[in-house]
């Protein structure tokens, strides 16, 4: 029986000029990868602990929101296994940060979301993508399997509603049906590190609407205009700018700082702050979603 090694895989998601990114490894070399690292059990006392110490090290760049997504442990995920290597397992984080770059000398460069999903933006209407390779694709592997064509219509909008959390379950669909490593389709990541990232956004996604992750993105101030453009760049669609905010103020979720943001070119903007005590206030403090209908 082969060894067992255990990696500790992390998705550092930053929002910057209204692009969510992601830090990958190995830029320049042709094969990209999340950052990663290696739990020693005999020194780590946490995952965690040990996730922090790593990107700290490799990366230069201090952590602040973590949160354990997923562990993921395929065989043969790891092409190596194959050889006789050892098994390995993946424990994934997700770490919310305000973009920094990384220390000299390190590999690691930020990459956009949308570089590796470009059918998952919707912001500036439907995809191009979809209707040019990705649905005429699915119709071929569908044939005439009932159960592919249901699969299909749910999770690409296909004679059903877009539903922006099923990230994973595209990705997946794309994957069985061999379509994940076109180029069209976007940038590759070793291993199953695209996987990982696809999970990754569709739980970004769906926390947005329960918990107030969005503001470990943002500044300690910020304006209204700026809050909705990050929603909007990790949701991939346009919200309605009235109704956003009254849903965000209604709930107590900002407070005025009595301050304005410089502007060059209109009337200066009112600069917010989180309001933390709505934590202590209701269970599930997301923000609201108020969806443009531009979709189709």
Known sequence: ??????????????VTDEQPR?????EGTGTLALPTGRLAPERDRTLEL???AELRERTGLALGYVEQLYTFGNRDRDPRERG??????AIAYLALLREAAPAAGSSAAWRGWYDFFPWE?????????LDAAILPALERWTGRDAARRERVDICFGRNAPWDGERVLDRYELLFEAGLAGEPALGVHLALDHR???ASALGRLRGKLRYRPVVFELLPPTFTLLTLQRTVEALAGRRLHKQNFRRLVEAGGLVEGTGRTAA?????PAELFRFRREVLHERPAPGVGLPWLRTHG
């Open 263 to 267: 502007s060059r070119v209109g009337r």
């Open 121 to 129: 933006d919707w912001r500036e209407g439907r995809p191009a993508g």
């Open 50 to 52: 040990a996730l922090r």
């Open 84 to 89: 006789g290597g050892a098994r390995r397992l």
């Open 195 to 197: 996987r990982i990232l």
């Open 1 to 14: 029986m082969s060894d067992l090694e255990v990696e500790l895989a992390a998705v550092l998601t930053a």
């Open 22 to 26: 992601v830090l990958v490894t190995g």
